[in-house]
């Protein structure tokens, strides 16, 4: 069971690798690469015509920020000195953001790695999205590109959008310009001319940085099959090895201490008693219980040290989300538990019915082993769970548990005589007389109230002498035909097996004077219960003719009616 929770862990690993794999192979099929001298020139020439626009920004915004400078001094009133000092802390921020963009594209680096966060004050909230940060920059890392990619498409999108309204801007206003005629207000356009068109060369230069950005992303673009390796490679340099060194840790733990509890069972004296005592029980369920608690803490000691925080956070929430699914069924466990202590409905050592069939409680514990001692392969093994509906009785020595043994004769309700030889929990077998031999489910078995004849048996053969024999059919041709039938069977080389042969009286039958043969075999002349049958048969029809008893045959008595030919009432027997 806790092999395969650790199993688990790997395939919800696996899984959110293929997370990356999915996400990179999505992208479209990637051009016919360049040779590489004239890749690196166009990237080299694609970089320096990015960094000059940037410069000549700069450039133009230090002009206009010096410009403002001396509007600024010579400004008279307080909100023109507010407005031109707003202006002037925009073009600042631009010319700040421009440098950094220049240091980005000419250094290949994310200069943001450099920049130092403030210390903060403890906070749970925040120290929980720490704890899982790791995960989710997992996770995001692994869709890190096509994320990208598309940001840079909507940021083109979002900076054209912006572009084409700048042009419609500094359209209105040339041709607002063109028809002032106040200088005051032409001069007042102007400046508004000049401030959109430094919007204008913001936007193109962030077009053309995104478009840089852009085209550095589809270079690096691969194949499905090219992702797929590098992740897997970089899977298995880094994670893969920490899992598998987790995983081997777990069962490492895991075979150890069941081993130890093994060992104990085979060196102590009271471990190995069938009736154990409360407080083996009781050692038992908690040395499980640690079993598990040592090898999971293992494993997580494994992911410590090799500092897999990612890793480690994923198995603490799994860990944590089988802690609290166990709390729903904590009720169903308690049971478990008491029935593992010997303390529930099922008791080890007592009588219980599976499959219709008995079964004793060889050994209560997780997987509980039943034994029924007269099936071949009489053991089953159940998960305690499926025992929680079941009850058990203590049971007496000599009660049976199957009708019958292998090699024992039966016979049953359809007709069927035979030797059992295969008995399973699944199936009986019987070979009857002449080799064939007839297979049926064990429920059929039992269904058909098999009677065993390897014990001892008893034949009961009526035979039928006729009405004229009266007389003697009470004491007379009772005792003659039962001394005859012992003394033929001996003679046969039964005398061995005979446990006793009586005849006696039975019937006034219809027709005759019925006498029934009764007699008793030991086990051993199973085999020939059809024989002795038809021998006891035989033997009765050479008594009558011994002794002169006349056999009859059914007979019909018919009256004749009146006016038919001969007197009324005659009556006529016809023999069939």
Known sequence: MTSARCLLVCLITAAVAMVGFLSVG???????????????????????????????????????????????????????????????QQISDRIESMAQDFETIATGVDMAAFEEKPSRDFDWKQELHMLINPVIQELKSMTERPRQVEKLRREMAAQEGRLAIIEKALENIETLDKKADEDALKAQLSALSKVWKSRKQHVLNQLTIARYRLEEQEKEKRSLFESSQHLMRAFFKSRGRNLAVSFFAFLLVFLLLRWVHRLIYRLSPVH???????????????????????AAGAGLLALYVSGDWVLLTIAVIFLLGIAWTARQGLPRYWEQIKMLLNLGAVRENERIVYNGLPWRVKNLNVYTILENPVLQSGLVRLPIRNLMEMTSRPFHREEPWFPCREDDWVVLEDGTFGKVIVQTPEMVR????????????????????????????????????????????????????????????????????????RAEFESAAASSLDIVVLADFTGKAAPFYNRLTR??????????????????????????????????????????
């Open 535 to 576: 021998a006891i048969q035989r033997i009765c029809v050479e008594a009558c003719n011994r002794y002169g008893w006349g056999i009859p045959f059914t007979q019909v008595t018919v009256h004749a009616a009146k006016g038919a030919s001969g007197p009324a009432g005659t009556t006529a027997a016809q023999r069939g």
């Open 430 to 501: 019987l070979v009857k007389r002449g080799g064939a031999q007839k297979t049926y489910q064990i429920a059929d078995f039992l269904g058909q109230s098999p009677l065993n004849l390897s014990v001892n048996f008893r034949l009961k053969v009526t035979f039928g002498i006729d009405y004229e024999h009266q007389s003697v059919c009470v004491d007379e041709a009772p005792e003659k035909m039962g001394a005859m039938v012992k003394e033929r069977l001996e003679e046969m080389g039964y005398g061995k097996e005979i446990l006793n042969v």
């Open 272 to 294: 190995g008693i069938p009736d154990r005592p409360f407080y083996i029980r009781l050692f038992d369920v908690t040395y499980h219980v640690l079993t598990f608690v040592g």
């Open 26 to 88: 999505a992208q479209e099929t990637p051009p016919e690469p360049l040779p590489v001298e004239a890749e690196s020139q166009r990237t080299d020439r694609s970089a320096l015509d990015a960094l000059r626009t940037i410069l000549a920004t700069i450039r133009q915004f230090e002009s206009d920020l010096e410009a403002l400078e001396r509007e600024y001094t010579a400004a008279r009133t307080p909100d023109q000195q507010s407005r031109i000092g707003e202006e002037i």
